[in-house]
């Protein structure tokens, strides 16, 4: 009984701990978006500056031949954010500046990775995101959400293609895009193809799920129900008021994502609130947002129907902040290591699965499982392995994929945490511009899949 007690105790200090940082970091990043507009709105108003722009002669044919080239799009990973969003804060650190033809979508950050792929769709091509009939009458949502007067890109099609970088779940969010595409999926486009996509290039991709859903409060059984006290649940109270009390001005910051759930006092009112609260209704309730879809479990049944595609190129960055000592796996220094993923880091290297629950695939070892970046498992993010493992093949040298086939996915280990590589580009130093770098430089090589040129560079 005793032990019993001080386990309990042990498992609310770390809720409380882990709550109290995720807080405390969520709190830093809002306050220093608003730091950050107040401080350009001044800017503005007292230093009035006009500059005199020399229009260099070649300027137009410049922006011609850009314009040729396949844009790259960046698409974030949970609790992420697009342009627009919080005030100059970038996702994904500023490379979107590295390259002239780069969108950065705003996806729904805590909606599920089929309602993202729909967004995104709509986003490029525009007009009214369509859910499906089928999907939001089973979810109870509406079908219809955002509308994109004009679409970012909307003559994407096989002759206009694009590069897809995702970070984490932004990764599987374009893979389940491409097979949409692949399938047909939208209506009113009959025509769309995987072979829209020229290259797919993932940054902590989460391609086969993570042991950290459960850590958070996913049940292990069944990889879809919440644990009743967990870091998950108090999330899931906090989304529900917040979307609740439907803020403009905070809406316009952050945004879940969760509009076409229909959630504001205006539409439930306070019943509905309570409803959602007890867990009868809304996204929690349907099942029909992220996380379920990062559980292994869940994302073995994502895989089942996605395909690695003959026609298009395919690159993965694994992140890894782990080492071996003595046998055990264990986080590879304090330092190194974002205080948001310390904790974590440290339980997925002794994660063990539950010995009742029956395993996710055939063949699991805990052990496979324990390197890991403090939010995936580094053997999730190196390309689709589970049900069913895709083409592959780790890069050790350059040299090795020089030139790149289509249809294989090429990966590398990086040594990092999970948020190296967005945010604060000062943690990553001059690892930053080398990925970016080396990320943009790929695409550009292969500009066009029909007289394709082979990268010669840096992977």
């Known amino acids: 009984m005793i032990v019993r007690w001080w386990i309990t105790a042990l498992q609310l200090t770390e809720l409380f701990v882990s709550s109290l940082v995720h807080l405390a970091y969520g709190f830093y990043i809002f306050s220093t978006a608003v730091a950050g507009d107040l401080s350009q709105a001044l800017s503005d108003c007292f230093y009035k500056i006009n500059l005199d722009v020399n229009e260099d002669p070649s300027s137009k044919e410049n922006i011609t031949s850009v314009k040729d080239l396949p844009p790259i799009v960046l698409v974030h990973g949970i609790f992420g954010f697009g342009k627009g969003r919080l005030g100059g804060i970038s996702y994904f650190a500023g490379a979107e500046k590295k390259d002239d033809r780069v969108l950065v979508p705003d996806l729904g950050s805590l909606t599920s990775i089929y309602d993202r792929a729909r967004e995104l769709f709509y986003y490029l091509k525009g007009g009214q995101v369509d859910y499906g009939e089928e999907h939001s009458k089973a979810c109870g949502h509406s079908q219809f959400g955002r509308i994109y007067e004009q679409g970012h890109y909307p003559e994407w099609d096989e002759d206009h293609l694009i590069h897809f970088v995702g970070h984490s779940a932004g990764a599987q969010v374009v893979r ?95 019943w509905g609130l309570i409803d959602c609260l007890l867990g009868n209704a809304g996204p929690f309730a349907s099942r029909d947002w992220i996380l379920p879809d990062l559980t292994l479990q869940g994302s073995i049944k994502l895989n089942s129907h996605l395909h690695t595609f003959p026609h298009t190129y395919y690159f993965s960055y694994a992140t890894k902040r782990t080492n071996k000592v003595l046998g055990l796996t264990v986080p590879s220094g304090i330092l190194g290591i974002h205080p948001l993923l310390f904790i974590r ?18 063949g699991y070892r805990d052990e496979d499982w324990w390197d ?39 990966y590398k280990i990086v040594e990092g945490d999970h948020i190296l590589f967005i945010v604060n580009r000062e943690r990553a130093g001059v690892q930053f511009d080398l990925i970016y770098d080396s990320i943009f430089e790929r695409c550009r090589k292969h500009a066009f899949r029909r007289n394709p040129t082979m990268p010669n560079h840096i992977i």
């Not at 391609?207 to 049940?219: E, L, Q, V």
């Not at 880091?345 to 055939?362: A, E, F, G, I, T």
């Not at 995936?376 to 050790?396: A, D, G």
Request: with cysteine; net charge neutral; hydrophobic share 35%.
């Open 176 to 270: 389940v895009l491409q097979q949409m595409l692949a399938d047909k999926a939208f209506k009113g486009y009959e025509n769309t193809s995987e072979n829209w996509v020229l290259s797919i290039t993932a940054l902590s991709g989460a391609f086969n799920g993570t042991t950290r859903t459960y850590f958070d409060g996913m049940h292990p059984e069944d990889g879809k129900s919440l644990r009743p006290v967990s870091l998950l649940q108090l999330c899931r109270i906090g989304v529900l008021i917040y979307d609740w009390f439907d803020i403009p001005l905070l809406k316009n910051y952050y945004n879940f994502g969760f509009d076409h759930f229909n959630l504001s006092w205006r539409k439930i009112g306070i």
């Open 345 to 362: 880091v440290l339980q997925m290297s002794l994660w063990r699965h539950p010995p009742d629950v029956p395993p996710p695939y055939k």
């Open 372 to 410: 890991n970046d403090g939010a995936l498992n580094t053997i999730s993010m190196t390309h689709p392995r589970f049900p069913v493992e895709h083409p592959s093949h780790l890069v050790v040298k350059d040299s090795e994929c020089q030139p790149m086939q289509p249809g294989i996915w090429y």
